[in-house]
């Protein structure tokens, strides 16, 4: 199993010092990725549900505060050595397809390497109305169309293409990124949508363990929605023993064990000895990436979680 930190863009890590630390310390912790939220804007009045909380309330509302996602990884790919760096995840119609491309390819340049691509949809409408992304009902195919358009900018040497939302014809993209064909796209989301996603354009799954319509913090949940995940991809042509599979557990709670409505133990909550033997389970079950909300409010708390999290690393 290898380990990530999901780090929000705001609160205690908008500062360079604070961003570097944490993903240093991370980096000495022998943590394997380091992933950055996206949100460009944030509207005053949200009536987008989130689609992570029972009640479809998101915490970033109160602030407004998000740096930007690629431009911070950016800034990491100099201030760390090894770690991987990763959206997590990016929203991928925020931003115009063949300038995303060249941001993207732009950093696994800079950074040797070392980029991994955290892929959504999106769920705010207000952000993407203000970001004049493609219309928001259409968001799943815009987000399909612009990843073939990634992969053949990262990949010809002229390239061309003609879809609904992304054209262009006869442009030369260089610098290739370092990663032959690309960087890795794990694609996020745990609905029937995200997983048909997946098997066609995904190197990875990447969802989140406490969406309430598709919820993965059992090992039978996981179990469940893997093995669709990989009868779609097969059913695709492709062969689901390719897939990276990765987790975004941010329920994740060291010392506290914790319970659904229904009394079902969430996995990954409890005694380090739990969550230890948690992780060999998902492991055994096909997971390869967790990654834990480690995010506090105050820099001090980060490091503390980390610790606390590495001591975890080492016995799984």
């Not at 109160?62 to 959206?87: K, P, Q």
């Not at 949809?121 to 928001?136: F, H, I, K, N």
Request: hydrophobic share 45%.
């Amino acid at each position: 199993m290898k380990f990530g930190f999901h780090m929000f863009t705001r609160g205690a890590t908008v500062t360079p010092d604070a961003i570097a630390g944490a993903a240093l310390h991370c980096e000495s912790l022998d943590f394997d990725y380091f992933g950055v939220s996206d949100h460009v804007v944030v509207s005053a009045a949200i009536d987008s549900a989130y689609p992570y909380t029972a009640d479809g309330s998101w915490a970033g509302a109160a602030e407004g505060e998000c740096l930007e996602t690629l431009t911070t990884l950016g800034f990491l790919a100099h201030a760390t050595n090894t770690i991987r760096l990763f959206t997590s995840v990016m929203v991928v119609p925020h931003r115009q397809a063949v300038l995303a491309a060249k941001a993207i390819a732009t950093v696994d340049v800079l950074s040797g390497g070392r980029v991994t691509i955290g892929a959504g949809a999106g769920w705010m409408r207000e952000e993407m109305a203000a970001l004049d992304s493609p219309p928001y009902d259409r968001r799943g195919g815009a987000t399909a169309e612009y990843l073939r358009a990634f992969r053949v900018l990262w990949r010809d040497e002229i390239c061309h293409f003609d879809g609904e939302f992304v054209k262009f014809n006869d442009i030369m993209f260089a610098p290739k990124p370092v990663q032959e064909g690309g960087p890795p796209v794990w694609i996020g989301g745990e609905g029937a949508a995200a997983r048909r996603r997946v098997a066609l354009h995904g190197d990875g799954w990447y969802p989140v363990s406490v969406n309430p319509k598709a919820p993965l913090y059992t090992l039978e949940r996981f179990k469940a929605g893997l093995a669709d995940v990989r009868t779609r991809t097969e059913a695709a042509g492709r062969d689901p023993g390719e897939l990276q599979i990765a987790m975004f557990a941010p329920h994740l709670t060291m010392g506290r064990e914790i319970k659904d409505k229904d009394g079902v133990r969430m996995a990954f909550t409890g005694s380090n000895e739990a969550i230890v033997d948690d992780i060999g389970a998902f492991s055994e079950a096909g997971l390869q990436v967790l990654v834990p909300n480690l995010d506090r409010p105050h820099l001090s708390d980060i490091y503390a979680a980390c610790d606390q999290f590495a001591d975890i690393m080492r016995a799984a």
